[in-house]
């Protein structure tokens, strides 16, 4: 965890009905964290389905019981924990929906696009502090904007004729 980095929080209840909230503060805070459009929606995603989970499977939708949700921002990543009260699962048995007997499930499908939009996924569980899905996305590189090609001769060396 960076010391250095900018954290949001919030605590929700057992609810599906704030989603839409959770959401939209999820792409205002991969926008304010520099991620371009095609990340901003793999986030919002996978904070979708981790805390649909954490509501649904976690908290069996208890409403004495809360969800918290995390954003970390630092200079090279965002990362995002979310929280629940539930004695948690093994991310390595969640079965593969991509597994011939799995394709025409219609459920099933919330971790495994997690993994493929984040660059590191875990899951933490402990008797006291409940179980904690911990994601993070790697902001990349920009790439150069083109400089007009490789025979263009670099700025205060140009030929005067
Ligand atoms: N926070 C959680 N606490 C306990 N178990 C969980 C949690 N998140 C996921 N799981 C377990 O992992 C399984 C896979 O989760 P995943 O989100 O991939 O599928 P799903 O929730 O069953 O269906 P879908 O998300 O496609 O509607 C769940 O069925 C559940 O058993
Ligand atoms: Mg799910």
Same mark, same amino acid.
């Given at each position: ?22 959401? @939209? ?8 964290? !520099? ?5 901003? %929606?793999?986030? *919002?995603?996978? #904070? ?51 597994? @011939? ?8 499908? !919330? ?5 493929? %939009?984040?660059? *590191?996924?875990? #899951? ?38």
């Amino acid at each position: 965890m960076d010391p250095a980095a900018s954290v949001i929080e919030l605590t929700l209840e057992s609810s599906l009905k704030h989603m839409e909230m959770v959401e @939209e503060i999820a792409r205002r805070v991969s926008k304010a964290a !520099g991620f371009g459009s095609e990340d901003e %929606f793999q986030i *919002e995603l996978a #904070v979708h389905e981790t805390v649909i989970n954490a509501i649904a499977h976690g908290n069996q939708e208890d409403p004495s019981k809360k969800v918290w949700l995390q954003f970390r921002i630092s200079d090279d990543r965002l990362e995002i924990h979310v929280r629940d009260q539930g004695s948690g699962f093994d991310l390595s048995k969640v079965p593969d929906p991509l597994a @011939e007997a799995n394709l025409l499930n219609i459920s099933g499908r !919330g971790m495994f696009l997690v993994q493929q %939009f984040m660059d *590191e996924t875990q #899951v933490v569980t402990s008797g006291g502090r409940g179980t904690e899905v911990i994601m993070i996305k790697r902001r990349k590189p920009q790439t150069q904007p083109h400089q007009g090609g490789k025979d263009r001769e670099p700025e205060g060396h140009r030929k005067t004729s």
